[in-house]
């Protein structure tokens, strides 16, 4: 149980172009979602927030401009990188709590690289 | 001071070997911590968790936490190539977030 699907996995976009990135609780409600970045050989580094229904709250230094992230209901939430640049390629991941503080399940990533 | 520290390896050791794993933390208000393994270019697989001082065992894992030197550890017994990856301590202090270490490397030779 407590399953978060991700998609896409990988994705190649051109530089200037926004890409979508979704991540679904199959069987369960996500009321919240983390989003995650890593670069190669680094740990995993919090975005931002995102609460269904209510604006996300990004981490410090992240542009909110930048990374739109949306949780317009309590089984999808989706991360849009607008205008990618080369330096946002990275690999992102969604990650949902589902037993209070003791339990959080990650999507499977998408590698995002900008060309 | 980062938040949550480990040493970046590799660590290696021979299969059958006890591996450990050290982390520790600065905030000592947090709650909660846990284990994760990390295959190369996979996401986090969470081993185990831990809220109580003490030791916490799973089949060939054993988490320890002290809260005290705000230290967390994990043992990997009977270790096999296949546990070869990444592992990341991450803390939750609050607000059920979560704060990862860099992760240290584990290399188990056959």
């Known amino acids: 149980g407590a399953v978060v699907s991700q998609h896409p996995s990988r994705v190649i976009c051109k530089s200037g172009t926004s890409v979508k990135i979704e991540c679904r609780s199959l069987?369960?409600?996500?009321?919240?979602m983390f989003w995650y970045r890593q670069f190669p050989k680094q740990s995993l580094m919090l975005m931002a927030t995102?609460?269904?229904?209510?604006?996300?709250?990004?981490e410090q230094g992240v542009e909110k401009d930048k990374f739109l992230i949306n949780h317009a209901s309590l089984t999808l939430s989706t991360l849009t990188v607008t205008s990618a640049h080369p330096e946002d390629s990275s690999f992102y991941i969604c990650?949902?709590?589902?037993?209070?503080?003791?339990?959080?399940?990650f999507g499977s990533g998408t590698r995002l690289t900008v060309v | 001071q980062k938040e949550v520290e480990q040493n970046s390896g590799p660590l290696s050791v021979p299969e059958g070997a006890i591996a450990s794993l050290n982390c520790t933390y600065s905030d000592r208000g947090s709650q909660s911590f846990f284990w994760y393994r990390q295959y190369s270019g996979k996401s986090p697989e969470l081993i185990m968790f831990i809220y109580s001082n003490g030791d916490k065992e799973d089949g060939r894992f054993t988490a320890q936490l002290n809260k005290a030197s705000q230290y967390v550890s994990l043992l990997i017994r009977d270790s096999q190539p296949s546990d070869s990856a990444t592992y990341l301590c991450a803390v939750n202090p609050g607000f059920q977030k979560l704060v990862f270490g860099t992760g240290t490397r584990l290399l188990v030779s056959p």
């Open positions: 069987d369960f409600q996500a009321t919240t």
């Open positions: 995102s609460n269904e229904g209510s604006k996300a709250t990004y």
């Open positions: 990650s949902a709590p589902f037993q209070g503080d003791y339990g959080y399940t």
